[in-house]
């Protein structure tokens, strides 16, 4: 499904449009609608309990409210072995589904100190 950024991902600014592809039930695969970037994606929800308070700014961005059919993403940085990889879930990727709108929200750390920049896979999975 492509999806219309409405807010930069960080270091990513000229992106404006990507595709989201399930991979399985833990990674999936963003590409930018040209082809020229692509990222690894992890589904948090599968390895940790993950919970924040969305920003209201990228509530508004994407116009989510209590209905909206909403997924969430961390992006990930695959290394070998796959247990070496890591995910940093203090910029979540979020995505209304409903109107096809995706945004990165970054979270302050002091805000939620058990998430991480880059925390190991294996610290998750057994």
């Known amino acids: 499904m492509q999806f219309q950024v409405k807010s930069t991902i960080l270091g990513f600014e000229s992106i404006g449009c990507v595709e989201l592809h399930e991979i399985d039930e833990l990674f999936s695969t963003?590409?930018?609608c040209d082809g020229s970037i692509s990222f690894t994606l992890?589904?948090?929800y599968v390895l940790r309990e993950y919970s924040f308070d969305l920003p209201t700014a990228i509530r508004v961005l994407?116009?989510?409210n209590e209905d909206s059919k909403v997924v969430v993403y961390n992006i990930a940085v695959i290394q070998d072995p796959l247990d070496e990889s890591c995910i940093n879930f203090l910029a979540p990727l979020i995505f209304n589904q409903d109107n096809?709108?995706?945004?990165?929200?970054?979270l302050d750390v002091?805000?939620?100190?058990?998430?991480?920049l880059a925390e190991p896979i294996k610290n998750f999975k057994s």
């Open 30 to 32: 963003l590409q930018s």
């Open 110 to 116: 002091k805000n939620h100190p058990g998430l991480g």
């Open 100 to 106: 096809a709108t995706m945004a990165q929200a970054v």
């Open 42 to 44: 992890a589904n948090p």
């Open 62 to 64: 994407l116009d989510i």
